[in-house]
T-cell receptor, first 114, second 111 residues
Framework: ETGVTQSPTHLIKTRGQQVTLRCSSQ?????VSWYQQALGQGPQFIFQ???????GRGNFPPRFSGLQFPNYSSELNVNALELDDSALYLC?????????????FGPGTRLLVL | GESVGLHLPTLSVQEGDNSIINCAYS??????FIWYKQESGKGPQFIID?????DKRQGQRVTVLLNKTVKHLSLQIAATQPGDSAVYFC??????????FGTGTSLTVIP
């Protein structure tokens, strides 16, 4: 186990709704990254947060937004849900000490948009 | 854009045999690589990593080889066990924050 937890485990929403997913980082880690994994695909980078600021973003529209809190936990918010947003959403935590560091993943939240 | 691909989408091996999973990447600036294992219903699990200043790294039953000349990465699993059945992803980065993942290879171990 990585010590990274996510909630909820599963979620069903309808098109146009908004969703908030939560992630608790591994103890001692100060950086959290979010990925979207469609069925049968590899994870796609959404964005990363470091010291409560966005620290890199992938090719996702602005309706994907995030927050990182002082305790390094994080939220992913998706507005105006679309059917293609159905996927496994993964968060990964790491310790940024000035170099490239390993990212450790949580179990994910499976989102279904109907 | 980034491109990380795998040569084979599926691989079946007999229990006890060695497995080799391959991965190609396109960004010559990539300097850090990770192999992850993902079991059904779970998040990716770190297996082993390698930095671009190395060409080989060994762990417990696993070895990663990096060939920067042809931009190729491989994962070797010795004495493959049924518990090794999973999807394996290679991931690479040159920025330190954004990792690029391949589409994955599904490994099935036949008892």
């Amino acid at each position: 186990e990585t010590g990274v937890t996510q909630s909820p485990t599963h979620l069903i929403k309808t098109r146009g709704q908004q969703v908030t997913l939560r992630c608790s980082s591994q103890s001692g880690h100060n950086t959290v990254s979010w990925y979207q994994q469609a069925l049968g695909q590899g994870p796609q980078f959404i964005f990363q947060y470091y010291r409560e600021e966005e620290n890199g973003r992938g090719n996702f529209p602005p309706r994907f937004s995030g927050l990182q809190f002082p305790n390094y936990s994080s939220e992913l918010n998706v507005n105006a849900l679309e059917l293609d947003d159905s996927a496994l959403y993964l968060c990964a935590s790491s310790l940024d000490i000035g170099g490239v560091e390993t990212q450790y993943f949580g179990p994910g939240t499976r989102l279904l948009v109907l | 854009g980034e491109s990380v691909g795998l040569h084979l989408p599926t691989l079946s091996v007999q229990e006890g045999d060695n497995s080799i999973i391959n991965c190609a990447y396109s960004n010559s600036a990539s300097d850090y690589f990770i192999w992850y294992k993902q079991e059904s219903g779970k998040g990716p699990q770190f297996i082993i990593d390698i930095r671009s200043n190395m060409d080989k790294r060994q762990g417990q039953r696993v070895t990663v080889l990096l060939n920067k000349t042809v931009k190729h990465l491989s994962l070797q699993i010795a004495a493959t066990q049924p518990g090794d059945s999973a999807v394996y992803f290679c991931a690479e980065t040159n920025t330190g924050n954004q990792f690029y993942f391949g589409t994955g290879t599904s490994l099935t171990v036949i008892p």
